[in-house]
């Protein structure tokens, strides 16, 4: 199976490396920055494109992996008929490849991705979703040759999935950050966080996040709470971020505890 591979960011990085340890051959990979372009395809033995009039119209897979904004835009510039055509986001609809091939889906990688981190695909989550069965039966077979966590969601439910990542990953990612800037700032060392950040994510693995929830706000503390802001006095977007999750947890706690 030959495929061609429409970017050169994190995702199509990792996707790339996964589908050659795969076995699977790469024609091409597309950027819009040449330069980007070869760095990934010397390292998987494509041939590099930057215009997508030279895109091969002989491969049996193309996989569009890049900016949301852009998916249907790359699409609408390929010259295909029956070739399957993919795209790998978590939020857009499925729909806006149906203009472009009979032969469509979605694979989307459910994992945080970066190039400069090694990542082992055979360990994410790939949320698939099919135009028809033959399709459906052509992406199965590739996916499971790259992970064997295969799912099957609708757009609807993979665009909520999304933004569930978002919440989970992105937004704590962002948590670390201020927490790494706050204590870089008091000359105390982030490090001593890894443990407590590293038991927080374990909890969860067995538990329900409700049913672990620590801290001064789901006790109440006001006292705590108050120190906290003021510490936070100079950062006002991180004392508003701390006190409307405070909020939150209170208020939660408070309606769970009138369910029981």
């Not at 390292?43 to 590099?48: D, R």
């Not at 986001?89 to 806006?96: C, L, P, Q, R």
């Not at 472009?100 to 082992?120: N, W």
């Amino acid at each position: 199976m030959n495929i061609v591979l429409l970017g050169s960011g994190n995702v199509a990085t990792h996707l790339a490396y996964a589908l050659k340890k795969a076995g699977y051959h790469i024609k091409q990979v597309f950027s819009r920055n040449i330069a980007h372009a070869k760095h990934l395809a010397e390292g998987i033995g494509a041939e590099p494109i930057d215009n997508l009039f030279y895109i091969t119209t002989e491969a049996d897979v193309y996989i569009i992996a890049v900016k949301d904004e852009a998916i249907e835009e790359v699409a609408g510039a390929l010259r295909l008929r029956n070739k399957i055509l993919l795209h790998t986001s978590g939020s857009t609809d499925i729909a806006v490849l149906q203009p472009y091939s009979t032969a469509y889906g979605v694979i989307y990688p459910l994992q945080t991705i970066s190039k400069e981190v090694a990542l082992d695909f055979s360990k994410v989550p790939l949320i698939l979703e099919f135009s028809d069965a033959q399709t459906k039966a052509e992406i199965l077979n590739l996916a499971f040759k790259l992970s064997p966590l295969i799912h099957e969601y609708n757009s609807e439910q993979r665009k909520c999935l999304h933004l569930g990542a978002v919440l989970a990953c992105n937004f704590s990612n962002y948590l670390y950050a201020v927490a790494h800037d706050f204590l870089q700032e008091k000359k105390v060392d982030f490090g001593l966080l890894k443990p407590l950040i590293a038991e927080t994510a374990n909890k969860i693995q067995t538990h329900n996040p409700n049913d672990v929830q620590t801290g001064p706000a789901i006790r109440n503390d006001g006292v705590i709470l108050d120190r906290h802001l003021a510490l936070l006095d100079a950062h006002p977007d991180w004392q508003q971020v701390y006190r409307i999750l405070s909020e939150g947890i209170a208020r939660r706690h408070l309606e769970n505890g009138k369910k029981m």
